[in-house]
Nanobody, 121 residues
Framework: QVQLVESGGGLVQPGGSLRLSCAAS????????MGWHRQAPGKQRELVAT?????????VYQDSVKDRFTISRDSAKNTVYLEMNRLKPEDTAVYYC?????????????WGQGTQVTVSS
């Protein structure tokens, strides 16, 4: 019903930048929340950032990325972005787009396939 497609991952050196994007498509009424989680090798998936609009936009960041990453959303395009700056090796992970989406009468959680971000010199 809902497809999330990420793009923008890649290999960067420490201190570099990347911008991830995720576009939602399919059959749904609306999207409440879009955001990003990541999973590093040997670690559990963790929240990176989310953005939610309920008349007002609320953005939530993991503390470790709060001053370096910026989440934004183009609601008209059902697309969320993650601008990642001053990347560190510990940011290396598969980044997964997710969205909380109204389909029919249910609010469901959907995930993208993930995009690899590797920060290495």
């Amino acid at each position: 019903q809902v497809q999330l497609v990420e793009s923008g991952g890649g290999l960067v050196q420490p201190g570099g930048s990347l911008r991830l994007s995720c576009a939602a498509s399919g059959n749904f009424f609306s999207i409440n929340t879009m955001g990003w989680h990541r999973q590093a090798p040997g670690k559990q998936r963790e929240l990176v950032a989310t953005t939610t609009t309920h008349g007002i936009t609320n953005d939530v960041y993991q503390d470790s990325v709060k001053d370096r990453f910026t989440i934004s959303r183009d609601s008209a395009k059902n697309t969320v972005y993650l601008e990642m700056n001053r990347l560190k090796p510990e940011d290396t992970a598969v980044y997964y787009c997710y969205a909380e989406v109204w389909t029919d009468y249910e609010l469901g959680e959907y995930w993208g396939q993930g995009t690899q971000v590797t920060v290495s010199s």
